[in-house]
């Protein structure tokens, strides 16, 4: 046997300092991307959510041309309820439908906002029936809007509504006395 012979090689026993580093980098680029997505997923929700609650104020207008009457909305916790005045009170629409938020979006009022027709998820009452997530309010509540659409379809003051996720990011849906209804970034006063 020569000397050379009873060299081991090629049996390296370890990573290398590259190779850590290498492995490193490709994890931070991977989570960095999580990161990304999940913040465009919840932005994308919240466009979703500004898009259809929009829709949906759009028809309450156009009920309100329709029939000539007044339409408007209120918040009751996490979900948006239509509301129509007969027989001189603030009754709840149900053929209007509610819109229920998901868990990971709340509503927000604005500093300087009159908290009537926003009501807290803490504030409500228990539901009237066993499970039933749209019986949110008692009988002899007295219900009143936080917006109110004229027969002309047009609202009756500019208000605006936010839309908020648990990560900060928020929109404002903000509607005009000439009937315009938006929605923009922006984060609560």
Request: glycine share 8%; net charge negative; aromatic share 8%.
């Amino acid at each position: 046997l020569t000397p050379f012979s009873m060299l081991k090689t090629g049996s390296s026993k370890g990573f290398t300092l590259v190779e850590v580093l290498v492995a490193l980098a490709i994890l931070a680029i991977g989570i960095g991307l999580v990161v990304v997505g999940f913040g465009q997923l919840a932005d994308r929700d919240l466009d979703n959510q500004a898009r259809t609650i929009s829709a949906w104020m759009q028809s309450l207008s156009d009920r309100s041309i329709l029939e000539g009457s007044l339409y408007g909305f209120r918040v009751a916790g996490d979900q948006l309820q239509a509301v129509t005045w007969f027989d001189h009170q603030w009754l709840v629409v149900e053929h209007e439908g509610l819109l229920t938020l998901p868990d990971n979006i709340q509503f927000r009022l604005g500093e300087d906002q009159s908290a009537v027709g926003f009501i807290l998820p803490e504030d409500l009452p228990e539901p009237v029936a066993d499970g039933d997530d749209e019986a949110l309010f008692q009988e002899d509540d007295l219900v009143e809007p936080l917006m109110v659409f004229m027969p002309s379809g047009e609202p009756m003051a500019d208000g605006e509504l936010f839309l908020q996720t648990s990560t900060e990011a928020a929109l404002a849906i903000v509607w005009s006395v000439d009937g315009e209804i938006i929605y923009e970034d922006r984060l609560p006063i």
